[in-house]
């Protein structure tokens, strides 16, 4: 009968020992004689600065390299900051941007207004004096629709934070900064930014996203001229000598025309299926050999036509719906692959070490020069990728020193850059580039290896 008060008295002293311990670690109050400074230093978690809620946002590299604020430079955010559900992380453009790499272009424009014929490489031609350094200076708003494209209409601003450049876009009417001085370190916020606060503990919440106008991805300014590298866009470019030799292949043409064009109609043997309604007409082209060992890497094929199957038979019957060269009796017959094919990309440098030549000039005998197209013995094994860029160098071979005191010898002369290419189709063992800038004539066997940028080359000198 006595042991209930006991079991009370029990109970009500655990729950007192529960209550005070709460309180300490919650930072309440000196209860056991810590003071207030054991209040003090405790993290708040439920008050975030501006700053701290934009660093969760763009995420703790981004914010690390990107610094806006003098607040934004405190101590990195908390767990309990980085998993605020109001502040999701973007993918930043790089965890650690080599910004000192970047060499602005004298008389550098502060905006510009993107027109309907832009291509990416020459808006970054504006700003740089390296356009493939481009991803390094773009910044990724995540408050955007597609921020890694640029749609005609936009205006670029160039601003600086930390002193390093920046570019922007401002889309879709929004005010335009009054401040874009490059003279003085200055940050221009294109884009308005809100402290969401985190509810109560028990209440039920509703995420709620800024509604974005879409784009569409036709409407985006392509990477690099589409004029020029869509005939080579097409698959299959290079192939083996096996499948050229089984693939169907033009034996005539309705009324027996030596060349035909688009509407015209053709005669195609070893067509075995109708499976297929598209198909495109290739011209076997070039053999492609390694100039380093003398091994055939493939066998490029020339697209000349488009086609589409009218009637199955030996021969079947295909009519030409578009062509881009004269059609000819011989011309191999494949399918037609389906698939986008984007036109952008982002320039970039290879993951590692590179060095090939140019074992190919497409449509050129003894030399080429900007805008042209040319093929390298750098594939996917060799870590190429669309949009990589690699610097061409003309051999620079080596002269009879007869000025030497020791008689007559031989000096070898340094390389010099011709100029720039970029990657933009890949195959196992080659690729094409397109020369996007040229020093001087680019010729067959041409050293490609990575570029240098100007900023480096500058501080060798």
Request: neutral net charge; aromatic residues 6%.
């Amino acid at each position: 009968m006595h042991s209930l008060p006991n079991t009370i008295l029990i109970r009500v002293f655990a729950l007192i020992l529960a209550v005070l311990c709460a309180s300490c670690s919650l930072g309440q109050g000196p209860l056991f004689g810590g003071g207030e400074s054991d209040a003090v230093d405790q993290p708040a978690v439920e008050k975030q600065s501006p700053a701290r809620v934009q660093e969760s946002y763009r995420g703790k590299a981004e914010a690390s390299a990107y610094t806006e604020t003098e607040d934004s430079r405190s101590p990195a955010p908390t767990a309990a900051t980085r998993s605020n559900p109001a502040a999701p992380a973007a993918k930043p453009v790089s965890a650690k941007p080599q910004t000192t790499r970047i060499a602005l272009r004298d008389n550098v424009p502060e905006r510009y207004t993107v027109k309907k014929g832009d291509t990416l490489w020459d808006i970054a031609a504006l700003f740089l004096k390296d356009p493939w350094l481009w991803p390094e200076i773009w910044y990724f708003n995540p408050q955007i629709d597609n921020p890694h494209l640029i749609y005609p209409g936009d205006v670029l601003i160039l601003v600086y934070v930390n002193g390093q450049p920046q570019l922007r876009v401002v889309r879709d009417g929004e005010a335009l900064p009054t401040d874009t001085t490059t003279t003085t370190p200055t940050v221009t916020q294109t884009t308005p930014r809100m402290v969401v606060p985190e509810a109560p503990r028990g209440l039920r919440t509703q995420k709620l996203s800024p509604r974005i106008r879409e784009e569409s991805l036709e409407k985006a300014i392509p990477t690099i001229p589409v004029s020029v590298i869509e005939p080579f866009l097409i698959k299959p470019r290079v192939v083996t000598k096996k499948e050229l030799r089984r693939a169907p292949y033009v034996v005539s043409s309705l009324d027996r025309h030596l060349a035909t064009a688009e509407g015209h109609t053709i005669y195609v043997r070893n067509l075995k299926s109708d499976e297929d309604v598209r198909y495109n007409i290739f011209r076997p082209g070039a053999e492609l050999r390694d100039p380093r060992n003398g091994k055939v890497l493939g066998y490029e094929t020339i697209l000349v036509s488009e086609a589409k199957l009218v009637r199955l038979g030996d021969p079947a019957t295909l009519e030409i719906t578009r062509s881009l060269r004269e059609t000819l009796d011989g011309d191999r017959v494949l399918p037609a692959e389906d698939g986008k094919i984007s036109y952008n990309f982002l320039p970039r440098e290879p993951k590692h070490n590179v060095e090939g030549e140019i074992i190919w000039l497409v449509d050129s005998l003894f030399q080429t020069a900007q805008r042209q197209v040319v093929i390298v013995n750098l594939g996917q094994r060799a870590g190429m990728e669309i949009g990589t860029v690699l610097a061409i160098e003309q051999r620079g071979g080596s002269v009879q020193d007869s000025f030497a005191d020791e008689g007559f010898n031989r000096v070898e002369l340094p390389n010099e850059r011709a100029g720039l290419l970029m990657i933009f189709r890949v195959f196992d063992r080659v690729s094409y580039g397109l020369i996007m800038e040229s020093k001087r004539a680019v010729h067959l066997n041409d050293i490609v290896r990575n570029p240098t940028p100007q900023a480096d080359l500058a501080n060798e000198d």
